[in-house]
Each structure stands twice: as C-alpha cells, then as structure tokens.
C-alpha cells in the first residue's frame, strides 16, 4: 500500500517529536485516524469524552513538558468544539497544535453537512498559523511550519484536512516553481537584551530601597536565578497564579499569590515598594500593583507585546526569564538593608496564622479552606497540582504551599471553568510516575469534568504511579459568581442562575471503577487526604462545603463595602448564613483598626 497523506502526517508528527495526540475521532479526520493505527503506537492517541477537554488537555502536556501540546478532531462539531481549550493555550502562550477534519473539498461552499469555515473560526485563536490543505504536496511544509511557528512563537496553529485528500497518496513537492521544500527542527533561541540595557535595569534595581518582585509563568525555570536577584536586592516576591511553582513558599519573603485571589501581605508590598521588578508575568489587574509614579519599574519578557503594559516600566528587557536574570545578577549591588524584607517576613508569619484561624473556622458544614489548609502539608513531594476556576481558586492560591519540585496550573487568561480534570488528566500522560490533585468546583464537575473521570477510568493502570485524585468543593453554588453578585454588583444571589444539584460525586467514582470518599464532617478532612494518598487506584473525595465562606479579595475597597451592604439590605436568600461567614471572614478587612 502506497504512503497516503494520512500516513505522511503521521510520519512527519512522529519525526517532530510528536509522541501524543489528544482528541476524538470522527469521519472527518478518519485517514488521518487509519494512519495512526497503522503506525502501532508510534504516537500515542488518547480519547477524551469530548473535544474541548483533548484540547485542555494539549494546552495542559505543553505546560507541563514544556513541548509542543497536539489534538485532533473531526470536521463541524468537532472541529468547533476544540476552541475554548485553544483560548487556553493561545492566553497561556502555550505551543499547541489543532489538526481539524473538514469536508471533502469538491464539497466545500455546498452548504455540505459539517461543513464549516474553519479557517474564520480558527483566525483568532490560531491566527500564527491556521491553513487548509488543498494537494497532497502541500502538508509537508504545512506539518512543518505549523509545528515551528507554535514553538516559537508559543502560539496555537491549525491544520485543516480535508477528508477525501487525506486518504490520496501522498507526494512529494516537485523541484519546480510554486513549490516549497520544508524541513524538520526547531531549537529554543538563547534571548538576551543588549548589555546597554541590562545596564540601565540594575541602575534601577540598585538605586531602590524596598524592591518588590512579582513573577510568573515565565519564570517556572528559573527559580535559582530569582532567589539569588531577591537576595542580592532584599527584594520581597509575590506571584501570579500560572507562577505558583516559580518559588517555594518556605522561603520567608515569599508573599505568595498576588490579585483577586492573592494574600494580604502581597497587597501590601506593592502598596510600600519603591521599585518592581516583573519577570515572565502577565498578571492583569493593575490596581494590586504600585500606584503609577509611586515606584520605578523593570520588566523581563519574552514577549515584547507584554512588556510595559500593566504597569509603566522604565526598562523592559526581552529576553529569557533566567538567562536574563543571570546576566543581570553580577550587575547588581548586593544590599545590607533588611528592612523591608524583615517587614515582609513578619506580615507572612502573621498571614499563615490568620489562614489557619479562618480554614479552622466552624462551618456548616466543612469550611473550603480546611480542605486546602489539610492538604497543604500532605503533598507528597513531585506533586502535580491543578485547579479549576471559581471559589476552590482562591484557596488554591492563597492556602497550598509550593515546595521545590512542585509543579501546578488552571487555565489562566481564559480562566475557564471545566480545566481542572483534563489538566490532570494530561499531567499523568507527561508525568506517568508523579502524583496529580485536581480541586474542582461542583459547577465545573457538572459542566464537563465528571465525564472526563471516565477518560481516567480508562488509562490509569497504564500510569507507573496510580495516585491520581479529584477534590470536588460541593457547595451546590456557582460560588465565586454569587459573591461577586453580592459584592462587586451588590444584588443578592439570584437562586435560578446560582443554585445547582447535589451530586454524589464519589458514588458516580465508585460506580466507574475509581474510589470515591465523602466528607461532610471537618475533623474527617484530613484522614481523607490520608486514605486518598494512600490509595492504589484514583479518587474522588466529596466534600460538603460551605457556600458562605466568602472568597474574596485580601484588600476589600469602601465601595465593595458598600455594595455587600446594599446585598444584605435587599434580603438574600442565604442572608443568615451570609452575615456569619463574612463575619468570620472579613471582620478585619472591613472594620477600621481591627487586626487579623
């Protein structure tokens, strides 16, 4: 049998380094599928429950691998189902590849079934690189241009393939005019600026006095080169949500998250510094960094659109997050001043005691923030942590602490809801030999993730460890929407959009072949952790958790005040249980001169 243009693709993937394809199957993209299985398991193909979660799952391998992220998928509805996991990648900067069916082409502008123009979906998301093949001798250059656009730009691109072209016989281009001749490989450049302005930077950094870091997702790989620049600059860090695992919260000037859902000490640091450095960060809300004018600013990027445009930095330095960083470092002047870092040390002290207080606050009935507080100094070490978007966010960021070697992630930009699971999921493919924990809201399980623990029923006794485990944080609310009802809007929660049924989850574990544990009783979260740890299968834990704990923001405004207020004297349907829990919660936010 001839070599068909299906078989090439697959040839030229493998050739890549492509050894996983996330995705489902369907008659659109049936060659390409044929060729796979006559490849025997060169590239592994992987079959999620739909094809939204194959491309979280694609977004989620790049960001734990830090290689190309592939799915795939069937014209019409396939095609168009794998968007919202492209957002992901394309707001995350992650190198993803989308190989989408279409149909045949003497079909196409028919008005054909499953016929859609993927090329205007896709411009968007996958605008770097988005074509659809029309001869056999074109998917050489196309396999291989998409591949190291997506690499090196960091960017999502799209094939479109035709069905009927991907069952002709594949041909190489001819040595004739109109053609073009590509070839594999790709290699990271080495990105640093020009000595003139490394300069300029330390002249900032060395003439602060309370030097402020916030790193993020660009800075995962260079946790050494920011610890030696903080202790050269007695500089206090706080980090962006994708940065979590850029440095470990053992280290005392460590604020731990920053933002909507960051840590009070965080705020305060950016109020009090008088220079920012911002490493690989595209963190959004300017209102949690320095006032304009209040401090200098430098800014590392590989990016230049992202540089200077959250906060205005008097350097912006394009380069690579550690190689810049160690080029930087003999620059700089090597501080005596404690100061500020001491300062920043003793609101952390302070902060974690505070948390313990709150996670061990009474509830009705498990309070969220035991959940994570009880985990916290259970992670085993090497372990992969993902989060969904809502409520369990916030204790997310705010209670687990990262240790060295940790890795951890959600959907960022996009802040999807429905990310956690394949996230996970996609973390045991890349790490077969590491622990995964998944936190997910109840309203995301209902969403999409509760058919994706059959995709883990599916694969998991091929994982070298089987420690794989889904926390649901059921509060039977769209939790993190209710309270920014009540406090950025302040209207009472509205039952018919908030409300949603109580699933048990770990009954629905049980009955796939997972094991499932429900904890409706704080004092039996931690022996759950325990038992799940411990497990030789995956599991889901269940757990009852109060609705009117508020995940709020650190820093509360007057005018967020004022709002809540308005909420209680509109009447909520939870008023009673809302005046208690923010009572516990906020007491010291909202009340002058009260201290946590």
Same mark, same amino acid.
Do not use: C
């Given at each position: 049998?001839?070599?068909?243009?299906?078989?090439?693709?697959?040839?030229?993937?493998?050739?890549?380094?492509?050894?996983?394809?996330?995705?489902?199957?369907?008659?659109?993209?049936?060659? *390409?599928?044929? /060729?796979?299985?006559?490849?025997?398991?060169?590239?592994?193909?992987?079959?999620?429950?739909?094809?939204?979660?194959a491309a979280f799952m694609a977004s989620a391998y790049a960001k734990f691998t830090g290689e190309l992220g592939v799915c795939i998928a069937t014209s019409?509805?396939?095609?168009?189902?794998?968007?919202?996991?492209l957002y992901d990648a394309r707001l995350d900067h992650m190198p993803v590849l989308a190989i989408a069916g279409q149909q045949a082409r003497t079909a196409i502008g028919g008005h054909y079934q499953q016929e859609v123009d993927l090329?205007? =979906?896709?411009k968007d998301v996958a605008g770097a690189f988005v074509v659809q /093949?029309?001869?056999?001798?074109? *998917?050489?250059?196309?396999?291989?241009?998409?591949?190291? *656009? &997506?690499?090196?730009?960091?960017?999502?691109?799209?094939?479109?393939?035709?069905?009927? =072209?991907?069952?002709?016989?594949? +041909?190489?281009?001819?040595?004739?005019?109109?053609?073009?001749?590509?070839?594999?490989g790709f290699s990271k450049p080495k990105t640093v600026p020009?000595?003139?302005?490394?300069?300029?930077?330390?002249?900032?950094?060395?003439?602060?006095?309370? *030097?402020?870091? $916030?790193?993020?997702?660009?800075? $995962?790989? &260079?946790? +050494?080169?920011?610890?030696?620049?903080?202790?050269? =600059?007695? &500089?206090?860090?706080?980090?962006?949500? $994708?940065?979590? /695992?850029?440095?470990?919260?053992?280290?005392?000037?460590?604020?731990?998250s920053i933002g909507m859902l960051g840590t009070k000490p965080s705020y305060e640091m950016m109020m009090q510094c008088d220079t920012l450095l911002m490493v690989g960060s595209g963190f959004p809300y300017s209102e949690f960094l320095p006032k304009e004018g209040k401090a200098r600013g430098v800014q590392i990027d590989l990016a230049p659109d992202m540089l200077s445009l959250r906060y205005p930095m008097e350097v912006n330095l394009v380069g690579d997050a550690a190689t810049t960083l160690k080029a930087l470092l003999p620059l700089l002047e090597t501080k005596s001043d404690t100061g500020f870092r001491d300062e920043i040390a003793g609101q952390m002290t302070k902060w974690w005691e505070v948390l313990e207080k709150r996670a061990m606050e009474p509830a009705n009935p498990v309070n969220p923030q035991r959940v994570t507080w009880e985990l916290s100094p259970r992670l085993p070490d090497g372990v992969i942590l993902t989060s969904d978007s809502g409520s369990c966010a916030n204790w997310y960021a705010r209670d687990l602490k990262i240790r060295r070697g940790m890795k951890a992630s959600l959907s960022g930009g996009l802040a999807s809801m429905g990310a956690a699971v394949p996230y996970a999921i996609a973390a045991k493919f890349a790490h077969p030999d590491r622990p995964v924990i998944a936190l997910v809201g109840d309203g995301a399980m209902q969403m999409n993730n509760m058919a994706e623990l059959i995709t883990v029923a599916k694969y998991w006794r091929n994982w070298l460890d089987h420690r794989w485990i889904c926390c649901v944080f059921n509060n039977e609310d769209?939790?993190?929407?209710?309270? +920014?009802?009540?406090?950025? +809007?302040?209207?009472?929660?509205?039952?018919?959009?908030?409300?949603?049924?109580?699933?048990p989850y770990h009954q629905f574990a049980e009955l796939i072949g997972l094991r499932g544990i429900f904890v409706d009783k704080p004092e039996d979260m931690g022996p759950a952790w325990d038992a799940a740890l411990a497990s030789d299968r995956p599991v889901v834990i269940n757990v009852k958790t109060d609705p009117e704990v508020p995940p709020l923001p650190p820093h509360i405004t007057f005018d967020e005040a004022v709002k809540l207020s308005k909420t209680l004297s509109k009447g909520d349907p939870d008023e009673a249980g809302m005046i208690v829990g923010a009572a516990r919660q906020l007491v010291g936010a909202l009340m002058p001169g009260h201290k946590d």
């Open positions: 049998m001839s070599q068909t243009v299906g078989d090439f693709l697959v040839e030229r993937l493998h050739a890549w380094g492509v050894r996983r394809i996330f995705g489902y199957p369907g008659d659109g993209i049936n060659g *390409v599928f044929g /060729a796979l299985n006559r490849a025997k398991g060169r590239i592994e193909f992987i079959q999620a429950r739909h094809e939204e979660m019409g509805p396939g095609a168009s189902h794998l968007v919202t996991g090329l205007s =979906l896709y /093949a029309s001869a056999p001798s074109q *998917v050489r250059h196309l396999v291989d241009r998409a591949i190291r *656009v &997506a690499l090196g730009e960091r960017r999502v691109t799209a094939i479109i393939l035709p069905n009927d =072209l991907q069952e002709l016989p594949f +041909e190489e281009p001819a040595r004739k005019h109109g053609t073009v001749h590509s070839g594999v020009q000595d003139a302005d490394l300069r300029r930077a330390a002249e900032v950094l060395n003439g602060g006095k309370r *030097v402020a870091m $916030l790193v993020g997702a660009g800075a $995962l790989d &260079a946790t +050494e080169e920011l610890i030696a620049i903080a202790d050269k =600059l007695q &500089a206090g860090a706080a980090k962006a949500l $994708l940065g979590k /695992a850029a440095l470990p919260d053992d280290l005392p000037w460590v604020t731990g769209l939790n993190q929407v209710t309270w +920014e009802q009540r406090v950025m +809007e302040g209207d009472p929660k509205f039952d018919a959009s908030q409300q949603i049924p109580d699933v």
